[in-house]
């Protein structure tokens, strides 16, 4: 699809950017003076009367169709009755197929393109509003039985906000699944290896341990701890990088990992470790992470507490004194390898899945 052309009633704006892992596309397009943002998704293809291919084939591809569409339709309801515009969840505001492809369409965001470094590099009280508003977003989804399944950087944007401050907005839960109930196909499962929990990993190596219902919420709380940590240190935390690739793949396998950084509040540091214990239900869910991101001394001025009224919904009161100078803020110890400004491209389960060979050594 090219600029000028019009879908469903959306004007294309710019050509179509194929997106990180080649699984979409997408544009922004404008309907009734309004601009958003529109995806293209590459699969399913609906099988037209005209396509080539046998009747058996086409009845396939009707289903998996019907399946996809169906998955949408039910995740737009549980969330859209629970979200408004101006809100930090980017949810679907239009789901429809055109021709042989879907589409889906949101709230256009103007980012910031902040890199990991940058922002692990903003105020602390600046990074909290960040890691607050984004707990905001997650709890609507979990509220509503839903795992994100997807979180990483690339899929949380950085908007700088009226008062100069950054707060983040929850974007691409298109890969989404209800609590419990993840694809039944491993190959189905899409996500980024570097912010897979254990369970997750486990389930994709198709470990007779784990069982859907190990599959939960809680696996988006470990995904969440490595954000947490990426944005608060600019680093994944520390574990065996000799011996592991993937965060979720060394705790798998029985290490633990950990944040050290002594310039962050120490109930920080222990909530996000929680956030990365190795059983799911030694996890805080994201009510409780909230709750002590709230409770953090380390803000500072009025218009951060209106902004992240504005941005949560949640009023956040106190008298915010910086406890630790930020700005000189010391890293965790361990150097990661991999700068994490490029976090591993999206791929699908499978692909990851068999990928779970191609750590160093053990995993
Ligand atoms: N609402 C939005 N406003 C502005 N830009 C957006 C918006 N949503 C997404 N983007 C941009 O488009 C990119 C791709 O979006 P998205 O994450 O939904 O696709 P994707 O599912 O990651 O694609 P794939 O699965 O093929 O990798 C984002 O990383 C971001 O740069
Ligand atoms: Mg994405």
Redesign the pocket.
């Known amino acids: 699809m090219l600029k000028g052309e019009n879908i469903n009633g959306y004007v294309v704006l710019q050509d179509f950017t194929t997106?990180?892992?080649?699984?979409?596309k997408?544009t922004f397009a404008q309907k009734s003076g309004r601009v958003y943002?529109l995806?293209e998704f590459l699969s399913p293809k609906y099988p037209t009367p005209d396509a080539p291919g046998s009747e058996k084939s086409k009845q396939r591809k009707l289903k998996e169709c019907q399946k996809f569409e169906a998955h949408h339709h039910s995740v737009m309801k549980q969330i859209n009755e629970k979200c408004g515009i101006g809100g930090n969840l980017?949810f679907t505001l239009d789901f429809f197929r055109h021709k042989t492809k879907y589409y889906k369409v949101?709230?256009?965001?103007d980012?910031a393109s902040l890199t990991i470094t940058e922002i692990a590099a903003l105020p602390l009280s600046n990074r909290i509003l960040i890691l607050k508003t984004i707990a905001h977003s997650l709890n609507v989804l979990h509220n509503a039985q839903i795992v994100h399944g997807d979180l990483k950087p690339?899929?949380v944007?950085i908007k700088r906000s009226k008062t100069g401050n950054y707060t983040a907005k929850l974007?691409?839960f298109?890969n989404s699944y209800f609590s419990e109930h993840p694809p039944e196909i491993t190959e189905d499962v899409v996500g980024d290896m570097a912010f897979y929990s254990p369970e997750l990993a486990l389930y994709i190596k198709e470990d007779s341990s784990v069982k859907p219902s190990h599959l939960t919420i809680k696996s988006d709380i470990f995904a969440l701890g490595l954000l947490y940590t990426l944005y608060l240190t600019g680093r994944f935390p520390i574990f065996d990088q000799e011996k592991y690739t993937y965060a979720g793949i060394a705790v798998m396998n029985g290490e633990t990992i950990s944040l050290e950084d002594d310039t962050l509040p120490d109930s920080l540091v222990g909530l996000i470790n929680q956030m990365l214990a190795r059983d799911f239900k030694k996890r805080p869910n994201v009510g409780e992470v909230f709750q002590v991101l709230k409770t953090m001394d380390v803000g500072k001025p009025a218009t951060e507490a209106s902004d992240a009224k504005k941005t949560t919904g949640l009023s956040l009161k106190g008298n915010l004194i910086a406890k630790k100078d930020p700005t000189v803020a010391k890293r965790t110890k361990r150097v990661a390898k991999k700068t994490t400004d490029t976090p591993s491209k999206?791929s699908s389960g499978g692909l990851r899945g068999k990928g779970l060979g191609i750590s160093k050594k053990k995993e």
Do not use: H, Y
């Open positions: 997106a990180g892992g080649g699984l979409s997408w943002f995806k980017i949101t709230e256009k965001i980012v690339d899929n944007l974007i691409d298109d999206t």
